[in-house]
């Protein structure tokens, strides 16, 4: 009985091989379609899940009815907003921008992502060490790197101590566990914003030059 279908399922195929030909091809790029689709909603419905109490992490935005709605944040307005409400149980803060950056390892020119970040930034998004600790960022002349960085430009995570640069003082205090691809938090290097670098303008309203992000007790306090 299978062999006979199949000697038909020949018999047609061979006879007919532009519409099977369109057929297979159209099942394929069909399937394929349904995979990469499968694949965004996946991405999409877990995205930030690596990080630690994610859904009590959220970016803070500046409203304003003659600019619209922006992100970057002055410190005054920072500690403003922080206490405005007793669900917000600590805030971090990044320079709003990030950029490239020449390093050294080993006298070896490496370009790497770079962002400077409050020193509470790594436990507010819950980073998990595998070399030093977050306590590294208190001290300005030290970053800590991703894993991955560790492992492809020094061939080891025990890295803690290490020089990243030739003239400057940025040594390495911790490596942390990589996070997923589909998270805000991404896998660079990150350094401790030193405030006295912005002695001028640290109390300035106007001075926007940081993303804030609050940490609260219970996500259902946020409005919208």
Same mark, same amino acid.
């Given at each position: #009985?299978?062999?006979?279908?199949?000697?038909?399922?020949?018999?047609?195929?061979?006879?007919? /091989?532009? &519409?099977?030909?369109?057929?297979?091809?159209?099942?394929?790029?069909?399937?394929?379609?349904?995979?990469?689709?499968?694949?965004?909603?996946?991405?999409?419905?877990?995205?930030?899940?690596?990080?630690?109490?994610?859904?009590?992490?959220?970016?803070?935005?500046?409203?304003?009815?003659?600019?619209?709605?922006?992100?970057?944040?002055?410190?005054? #307005?920072?500690?403003?907003?922080?206490?405005?409400? &007793?669900?917000?149980?600590?805030?971090?803060?990044?320079?709003?921008?990030?950029?490239?950056?020449?390093?050294?390892? +080993?006298? /070896?020119?490496?370009?790497?992502?770079?962002?400077?970040?409050?020193?509470?930034?790594? +436990?507010?998004?819950?980073?998990?060490?595998?070399?030093?600790?977050?306590?590294?960022? +208190?001290? #300005?002349?030290?970053? #800590?790197?991703?894993?991955?960085?560790?492992?492809?430009?020094?061939?080891? $995570?025990?890295?803690?101590?290490?020089?990243?640069?030739?003239?400057?003082?940025?040594?390495?205090?911790?490596?942390?566990?990589?996070?997923?691809?589909?998270?805000?938090? /991404?896998?660079?290097?990150?350094?401790?914003?030193?405030?006295?670098?912005?002695?001028?303008?640290? +109390?300035?309203?106007?001075?926007?030059?940081?993303?804030?992000?609050? /940490?609260?007790?219970?996500?259902?306090? $946020?409005?919208?």
């Amino acid at each position: #009985m299978a062999n006979s279908i199949f000697k038909s399922l020949y018999s047609l195929t061979r006879k007919y /091989k532009m &519409p099977v030909v369109i057929n297979v091809a159209g099942l394929a790029l069909a399937f394929t379609a349904f995979l990469v689709i499968m694949m965004q909603v996946y991405y999409d419905r877990t995205y930030n899940e690596g990080i630690k109490d994610y859904d009590k992490v959220f970016m803070a935005y500046n409203v304003t009815d003659e600019y619209g709605d922006f992100t970057s944040m002055s410190p005054p #307005m920072m500690e403003f907003i922080a206490g405005r409400s &007793p669900h917000i149980k600590d805030y971090a803060y990044t320079d709003y921008m990030s950029g490239d950056y020449a390093f050294y390892v +080993e006298d /070896k020119a490496v370009k790497y992502k770079f962002l400077q970040v409050s020193s509470n930034f790594p +436990e507010v998004f819950g980073f998990e060490m595998v070399a030093g600790t977050i306590d590294c960022m +208190e001290n #300005m002349g030290f970053a #800590m790197i991703p894993e991955s960085f560790a492992r492809r430009y020094f061939g080891s $995570i025990d890295v803690v101590g290490k020089k990243l640069a030739r003239y400057k003082g940025i040594v390495v205090g911790g490596v942390y566990k990589d996070f997923p691809a589909n998270s805000t938090v /991404k896998n660079i290097v990150y350094s401790p914003i030193d405030p006295s670098q912005y002695a001028g303008n640290w +109390e300035n309203w106007g001075f926007n030059c940081f993303t804030m992000y609050i /940490k609260v007790d219970d996500p259902s306090a $946020i409005d919208g």
